[in-house]
């Protein structure tokens, strides 16, 4: 099932346990704006090149629409719904005041000189600066695109706008950009766990982990869980997998990746083919990396107790009825990966007051944050009998609807 269908079924299952009139679902189901454009650019050599940009404004009845840009080669229309869609969620789940966005270009990031993406995402830039804006739609990096995309999306937009920091987050610390910002989804789910945990009267230290990718989210996760005291028995990226039934040293696996670019061959660990990682004997497992890794196929093997999405869609309906019937408690990816999202809500009201935050309020409010969520969820769980991740629907999808009708939506 791909990420739309995901999406869409657990918002209708959300909108019937709410018992959410039709049209008031069908009304919150249809993106706010689809745009897209056509970007051409000269490239290095003189020749022209043309991209399709996009962008999808899904909800903004709670506030200005937020999320990430994108370049990649296929750029799925339906996958980027669904991810806007996902965006209106998550940031009702953690009580921001936003609504959801994604957008992108299709291109192959890794094919093009700096020179050609600065002018690619100039141009996509202008061609939608009237539609995003600090109160309107405020961007952010996602796959392909980073600190630096977004500084030339502020230049460009000012050009037009006068100085707006705010109209983008995750920009260099130099142009505004928030401390705490490149650890935030990584702390984000720690704090989730320390939460979920908590909740059944267990703690990080006392347990082991797995955690399946080791980009900037997976070797912050592993790096938090580790300094905490937690065993992390087995981690995996696209180069491999090594495992160390008595726990990995986090600290010298970063530095060998830093080094040889690569997890296996490491001194410290044996090891493990990448497939096996998500069926490695573990308490709590954490995919960090792509969406779907836990299907039908292999759900029925997992041996974790827990499990924290903190990738995007990692499990699908069918794993997760497999997963259910296991007694597998499973914290869903719209409240466990909302980490990066509310410390983009912190850089946007930073720029906005002129008055940036000490790195340790940063990392305070965002588990006071994390942890009020989490408390949320439980509240819905209870009210409605239904496990995490319909409790994380229900109370978001429950908080658009409310200010959608509130703000009276049939006139």
Same mark, same amino acid.
């Given at each position: ?13 959300? &909108? ?37 940009? #996009? ?10 629409? +937020? ?7 296929? $750029? @799925? ?12 969620? *998550? ?10 966005? +994604? ?23 202008? *061609?939608?600066? @009237? %539609? ?34 705010? $109209? ?15 650890? &935030? ?21 006392? !347990? ?5 990718? #080791? ?27 090594? *495992? ?12 060998? +990746? ?18 096996? %990682?998500?069926?490695?004997?573990? @308490? ?8 779907? $890794? ?11 107790? #827990? ?12 794993? @997760? ?24 809500? #912190? ?14 309020? $940063?990392?305070?409010?965002? *588990? ?37 009708? !509130? ?5």
């Amino acid at each position: 099932m791909n990420a739309l269908a995901a999406t869409n079924r657990n918002f209708r299952q959300a &909108a019937r346990l709410l018992g959410l009139d039709s049209r008031v679902e069908k009304s919150l189901l249809i993106p706010f704006r689809e745009i897209k454009v056509e970007c051409t650019i000269p490239k290095d050599d003189g020749t022209l090149m043309s991209y399709i940009g #996009f962008r999808v404004q899904h909800d903004n009845s709670r506030g200005p629409m +937020k999320g990430g840009i994108r370049y990649h080669p296929e $750029v @799925d229309p339906d996958e980027v719904n669904a991810l806007a869609q996902l965006m209106t969620w *998550k940031t009702a789940v953690a009580d921001l005041p936003y609504g959801g966005a +994604k957008g992108g270009i299709g291109c192959n990031p890794k094919e093009l000189s700096a020179s050609e993406l600065e002018r690619l995402t100039r141009v996509f830039t202008q *061609k939608i600066h @009237d %539609l995003i804006g600090v109160n309107r739609d405020v961007p952010a990096p996602d796959m392909g695109t980073n600190s630096q995309t977004m500084a030339w999306i502020l230049d460009e937009y000012s050009k037009f706008h006068g100085h707006s920091p705010a $109209v983008v987050t995750g920009k260099p610390v130099d142009l505004g950009g928030s401390l705490g910002r490149e650890a &935030a989804t990584g702390r984000g789910v720690v704090y989730a766990t320390e939460a979920l945990l908590a909740d059944h009267g267990k703690s990080i230290k006392d !347990l082991t982990f797995a955690i399946q990718g #080791f980009g900037n989210v997976g070797s912050w996760v592993a790096k938090l869980i580790h300094d905490i005291g937690g065993r992390i028995v087995a981690v995996s990226d696209i180069t491999g997998a090594v *495992k160390n039934p008595k726990g990995i040293d986090i600290p010298a696996l970063l530095k060998h +990746k830093e080094e040889t670019g690569k997890l296996i061959e490491f001194d410290g660990a044996d090891a493990l083919d990448s497939n096996e %990682l998500l069926s490695h004997e573990c @308490d709590v497992l954490i995919p960090c990396a792509l969406g779907g $890794v836990l299907n039908r196929e292999n759900a029925e093997n997992v041996r974790a107790k #827990f499990i924290i999405e903190a990738a995007n869609h990692p499990t699908d309906p069918e794993a @997760d009825e497999i997963l259910a019937k296991k007694g597998v408690i499973i914290l869903p990816d719209i409240y466990a990966n909302a980490g990066g999202v509310t410390v983009s809500y #912190f850089e946007w009201v930073q720029n906005i007051q002129g008055f940036m935050w000490e790195e340790e309020k $940063v990392n305070n409010v965002l *588990k006071r944050y994390m942890t009020r969520a989490f408390g949320d969820i439980k509240g819905m769980c209870k009210s409605h009998n239904c496990n995490l991740r319909m409790g994380a629907f229900t109370l978001g999808v429950n908080r658009v609807a409310r200010a959608t009708l !509130l703000r009276g939506w049939e006139a």
